[in-house]
């Protein structure tokens, strides 16, 4: 089984932007829905937006809606979270997720998990 590597983390100010990715090693990412959840301190993971293996279909959460978008290149194996207007209730260690075939918004559905990486909103 492959890997994904999260990275592109850092701390950033309210209304910065970040641009955080997902790449895979030893497995196509064409093949796979791409999901990015999230984890703050002290609270549950949340799911924060899913793409399709064409990148045909995508689903947000109310909470980014219209300040997150999820690109990939599939001949590069990567998949980007553009974090636009951040916020720092968007801080949080962000980690992506693979699975075959359709998209969910539902965490266990993901055999394939990144590290995770550290975004911090602050002033």
């Known amino acids: 089984q492959g890997e994904l590597v999260d990275s592109g983390g850092g701390l950033v100010h309210p209304g910065d932007s970040l641009t955080l990715s997902c790449t895979a090693s030893g497995l196509a990412l064409e093949y796979y829905a791409i999901a990015w959840f999230r984890r703050a301190p002290g609270l549950a993971q949340e799911f924060v937006g899913t793409?399709?293996?064409?990148?045909?279909?995508?689903r947000y959460a109310d909470s980014v809606k219209g300040r997150f978008t999820i690109s990939r290149d599939n001949t590069d194996n990567t998949v980007y979270l553009q974090m636009n207007s951040l916020k720092p209730e968007d801080t949080a260690v962000y980690y992506c997720a693979a699975k075959l075939t359709t998209v969910s918004i539902y965490s266990h559905e993901y055999p394939i998990w990144g590290q995770g990486t550290q975004v911090t909103v602050s002033s």
């Open positions: 793409v399709s293996w064409n990148g045909g279909v995508s």
